[in-house]
């Protein structure tokens, strides 16, 4: 098992355990109303804050996002900590997963599609950790709109992505798994973000307050799936990210044959190396197969030279 699985699962222990910190630090501080609260007040005799007592006056200025969680400081501290590093650890994430579809299989639209909304997405969640809602409103707004929408695009990519690349049972259900959850962050977000434009009714924007939460756990929780495929990533695939993510240009299809030729001194070659490349070939492939060894034989030779 490849030590790479950590990644994905580190993803959304560290944004989902962060921002419920977050939360509870601004619970605390009483900079939010608790999510179970369910009254709200046009305005109040006193700032959230400064109130006692078992009952608070909440308005909508206090409303339990995300983001609202961690407008005001010392939780606005660690909440820009924790998009910025979550990410830098979304890039990375939509990075591995892009060679590796190379890897084992081939580039497709679908795949550097995915590769762009991930990185995307990640640019938003930066200015949207970093751009506090109550300073900065318009950024942070954008920022989160990009989050969002590219965080849906994603998954869904991505799950169409498992289809298509899907051969054995196992792989099939992931996708099954995946399909489920995009359906799932879909409702939240778009019911989410018509709620939330429903200021009349304070009741609405607590529900879509509390789908943001929804969405944001359904989105790390995609991530995490990841660790399928992670936990079988090669050394391959670092490879094929050093070349830009292209093809492979070696004529040898096999990389530990293809070790072992670089490895020979110049013009000498073992036999059973020559004879794994020909049954890789295969019959049909003769010329072919001569053809690649003459040359590698000739440039060895004249390197020798």
């Not at 799950?159 to 962050?185: N, V, W």
């Not at 013009?267 to 010329?287: F, N, Q, V």
């Amino acid at each position: 098992m490849s030590l790479w699985i950590i990644l994905p699962i580190s993803l959304p222990v560290l944004i989902l355990t962060g921002i419920w910190v977050v939360y509870a630090m601004a619970l605390y501080n009483q900079h939010v109303c608790p999510l179970n609260n369910w009254l709200y007040n046009d305005s109040c005799e006193e700032l959230l804050p400064l109130q006692r007592g078992p009952v608070l006056c909440c308005t909508l200025e206090n409303l339990p996002l995300i983001s609202k969680s961690g407008t005001l400081p010392p939780e606005s501290c660690l909440f820009s900590l924790i998009c910025s590093t979550g990410s830098f650890m979304v890039m990375m994430i939509g990075l591995l997963r892009y060679a590796q579809v190379i890897e084992r299989h081939q580039n497709c639209v679908l795949n550097t599609a995915g590769l762009c909304t991930c990185w995307v997405c990640a640019a938003g969640l930066l200015t949207a950790g970093n751009f506090q809602l109550d300073y900065a409103k318009v950024l942070h707004y954008v920022g989160a709109g990009v989050a969002f929408t590219c965080s849906m695009v994603f998954v869904s990519l991505q799950t169409a992505l498992t289809y298509r690349l899907a051969k054995t049972q196992l792989e099939y259900l992931l996708g099954h798994i995946r399909l489920t959850m995009s359906l799932l962050t879909f409702m939240a977000l778009v019911l989410g973000g018509g709620f939330f434009c429903v200021e009349a009714s304070f009741a609405l924007q607590h529900v879509a307050a509390i789908l943001e939460w929804v969405f944001c756990m359904l989105v790390m929780l995609f991530y995490g799936t990841f660790a399928f495929e992670f936990s079988a990533m090669s050394a391959n695939t670092l490879v094929v990210l050093s070349r830009g993510g292209g093809a492979s240009s070696s004529p040898f299809p096999d990389p530990v044959l293809h070790h072992k030729m670089e490895a020979s001194p110049a013009g000498c070659y073992p036999a059973d190396s020559l004879a794994m490349l020909y049954s890789e070939c295969g019959g049909g492939g003769r010329d072919m197969t001569l053809q690649h060894v003459t040359q590698k034989l000739s440039g060895g030779g004249a390197g020798g030279d």
